[in-house]
């Protein structure tokens, strides 16, 4: 069984940053795709990015693209989203997520973290 634990959530001013991390255990890291995905108050939950399980390839939400940063580290079974330029906007919970099948080709998620708060004040 897949777990994903994420942290690094906060409250941070306008224009500021903040690094999540997602540790991720109970199967080879390596093989998998992964991403992280936000819900906002009274709103369906949505794509942020992924980045596949070699690291080559990513996949942002175009209002993130050039501001937000996924990054892994298979020896440490983590994923991190460094996120720059933080808008109020971006308040939501940030949820890691993860494929049931490894060495993917295209983006699909079957499991999640319990989340990490992150909210940027005006």
């Known amino acids: 069984q897949v777990q994903l634990v994420e942290s690094g959530g906060g409250l941070v001013q306008d224009g500021g940053s903040l690094r999540l991390s997602c540790a991720a255990s109970?199967?080879?890291?390596?093989?998998?795709?992964m991403g992280w995905f936000r819900r906002a108050p009274g709103k369906e939950r949505e794509f942020v990015a992924a980045?596949?399980?070699?690291?080559?390839?990513?996949h942002y939400r175009a209002s993130v693209k050039g501001r937000f940063t996924i990054s892994r580290d298979n020896a440490k079974n983590t994923v991190y989203l460094q996120m720059n330029s933080l808008n109020p906007e971006d308040t939501a919970v940030y949820y890691c997520?993860?494929?049931?099948?490894?060495?993917?080709?295209?983006?699909?998620?079957?499991?999640w973290g319990q989340g990490t708060q992150v909210t940027v004040s005006s």
């Open positions: 997520a993860a494929p049931r099948r490894p060495y993917g080709s295209v983006w699909v998620f079957d499991y």
């Open positions: 109970g199967r080879t890291f390596s093989s998998y795709n």
């Open positions: 980045i596949s399980w070699s690291g080559d390839n990513t």
